[in-house]
T-cell receptor, first 116, second 111 residues
């Protein structure tokens, strides 16, 4: 199956700093990628849709200035958590799929963010 | 996308078949049933999907009732590595890969 790679897998940062998470589709081009976050023992919650060459679409309640998304190429989307605080600590996961309707989504391995 | 209902947890003995049910009584004609699983602290993994016919691949079988209001994911010979949260998701064929996750079923395979 297709591979989506996410980096880093774990990161610890200090409050007030920013953290960038990368999501790459390794063997296909993805015009759209998705970012999710997951709290312990909870399900995945969609944060935003990343569109190559245009602005991301954020879900209701997600601060776009807090979670900056850039999708500069067909194989790379980045999520930057700006001015991170302990409540931003979570598991962040990206997904991508090949172009075309109905294709299955492939997920990255996730990034565990801990803000201290 | 239609809402799904799954039992919160299930247990299965190693080597036996695991049958995971999903109710999607409000599914509409253009919506597919997808199954993903998430092993602890990893990203979700695609398992299988179907529209109305039963489907089988190397990982699992998917049985969809004739009225399409429910389905069952079958892992024919469960192993300890199949312990995970299993998500049943219904989505329209044209909605791309935007997925709405419910709470899923925590399957625990016991030795």
């Amino acid at each position: 199956g297709a591979v989506v790679s996410q980096h880093p897998s774990r990161v610890i940062c200090k409050s007030g700093t920013s953290v960038k998470i990368e999501c790459r589709s390794l063997d296909f081009q993805a015009t759209t990628m998705f970012w999710y976050r997951q709290f312990p023992k909870k399900s995945l919650m969609l944060m935003a849709t990343s569109n190559e060459g245009s602005k991301a679409t954020y879900e209701q309640g997600v601060e776009k200035d807090k979670f900056l998304i850039n999708h500069a190429s067909l194989t790379l989307s980045t999520l930057t958590v700006t001015s991170a605080h302990p409540e931003d600590s979570s598991f962040y996961i990206c997904s991508a799929s090949r172009s075309g309707a109905g294709t299955e989504a492939f997920f990255g391995q996730g990034t565990r963010l801990t803000v201290v | 996308d239609a809402k799904t209902t799954q039992p919160p947890s299930m247990d299965c003995a190693e080597g036996r078949a695991a049958n995971l049910p999903c109710n999607h009584s409000t599914i509409s004609g253009n919506e597919y049933v997808y199954w993903y699983r998430q092993i602890h602290s990893q990203g979700p993994q695609y398992i299988i999907h179907g529209l109305k016919n039963n489907e089988t691949n190397e990982m699992a079988s998917l049985i969809i009732t004739e009225d399409r209001k429910s389905s069952t994911l079958i892992l024919p010979h469960a192993t300890l590595r199949d312990t995970a949260v299993y998500y049943c998701i219904v989505r329209a064929f044209t909605s791309g890969s935007r997925l709405t996750f419910g709470e899923g079923t925590q399957l625990t395979v016991n030795p």
